[in-house]
């Protein structure tokens, strides 16, 4: 099959070319439980990135001489190809979702649902992913799709889409009508979270970003209230909240001194959950104990949550923005995500 393999990191990305498009060895059928998946899409997310620059090397790869070469791609969905004996009510053809982390589903947390915090492989991270023809999962990963969604359209949802549902299912089991969400950065995660809180609950939605081209994706997503990023944003959250900052504040930035800025977004009491990552979350303690924020990280969704997610999805009260590239033009897509250019999502297609 042809695949985009990673061979080398690169610190700065400067390099010309950070992946090879070349052939690669088919994925087969090791264990029972296994399920190939033939690729119908694949998403192209800022992780690729961080894994490219070697954000994660120290602790994916900490001698830089184990993990690579590696296939990226975590966010994938396509067509059932082949199944292990052990599979049941799968067949070839079936249009699928997977789910990202892939554990032996025996552990503890795994019992409880909680697979990300399971032992186990991240494909695309700390294994081949879908960034090919072709990927090997198990059936504990494979979410069916209803017949009303396609492969292409969706593939980002499995991690991009179920990390911004998570974070916004968490916000809405406290929002109340009335109340207000601020979410920081409308772009391909934050516009899939604003629909969530839309679809689920009756808080004001207010969207702080930098481009007028973001803002504008999150008012046509169901924003409320717009605030351009320019300096003045927590004056102008405070001033649309009457001085009390939000009940909820959620960032899908975290980075150049957004985390600052949404702490202080963050009402009394409130809470502040952290998605983007990128900087240190600084705040003395006294100031947390004598305004009780809470501070909530977000890492990527569940199983059953994935599961929910797809039927917002099929009642079209989520709606993701993508642009599609051929497999062959990987680097050009990570190229046009990295310059700020993607509106919404990429995907490629094999």
Not at 46 to 62: F, K, Q, S, Y
Not at 90 to 111: E, F, Q
Not at 165 to 183: D, F, I, M, N, Q
Request: proline letters at 4%; aromatic letters at 6%; a negative charge.
């Amino acid at each position: 099959m042809k695949a985009q393999i990673l061979h080398n990191y690169d610190d700065d990305l400067k390099a010309s070319r950070w992946l090879n498009y070349e052939d690669y060895p088919d994925p087969v059928l090791t264990k029972p439980s296994d399920v190939i998946v033939r690729i119908g899409g694949a998403g192209v997310c800022r992780t690729d990135l961080h894994v490219i620059e070697g954000i994660w090397r120290p602790h994916l790869d900490p001698t830089g001489d184990k993990l690579l070469p590696l296939i990226l791609g975590h966010e994938n969905a396509g067509w059932v190809e082949e199944v292990g004996s052990h599979v049941e009510g799968l067949k070839k053809g079936d249009p699928v979702i997977v789910y990202p982390k892939t554990s032996k589903g025996t552990s503890l947390a795994s019992r409880r649902g909680q697979d990300m915090h399971a032992d186990g492989t991240f494909p695309g991270l700390d294994a081949n992913g879908g960034y090919a023809e072709a990927l090997v999962t198990t059936a504990r990963n494979i979410v069916a799709l209803p017949k009303t969604l396609e492969p292409r359209d969706v593939a980002p949802y499995s991690v991009a889409g179920l990390t911004a549902y998570r974070a916004a299912k968490k916000a809405t089991r406290h929002l109340l009508p009335g109340e207000y969400c601020v979410v920081i950065g409308a772009g391909g995660l934050g516009h899939i979270a604003i629909q969530v809180l839309r679809a689920m609950c009756a808080s004001e939605i207010i969207v702080v970003d930098t481009s007028d081209v973001a803002l504008q994706l999150a008012e046509e997503c169901g924003a409320d209230h717009l605030i351009k990023a320019d300096g003045g944003e927590i004056e102008a959250v405070l001033s649309q909240t009457k001085g009390k900052g939000a009940e909820a504040v959620i960032d899908f930035v975290g980075t150049n001194g957004t985390t600052s800025k949404g702490l202080a977004m963050t009402r009394n009491a409130g809470s502040f959950y952290l998605v983007g990552y990128g900087e240190d979350v600084q705040i003395p303690a006294l100031d947390l104990i004598a305004c009780e924020k809470n501070i909530i990280g977000n890492l990527v969704g569940t199983w059953a949550e994935l599961t929910e997610l797809m039927e917002l999805a099929n009642r079209g009260m989520v709606n993701l923005e993508t642009h599609e590239f051929k497999l062959k033009d990987a680097n050009v897509a990570l190229r046009s995500l990295h310059h700020g250019k993607i509106k919404g999502r990429a995907v490629l297609i094999p």
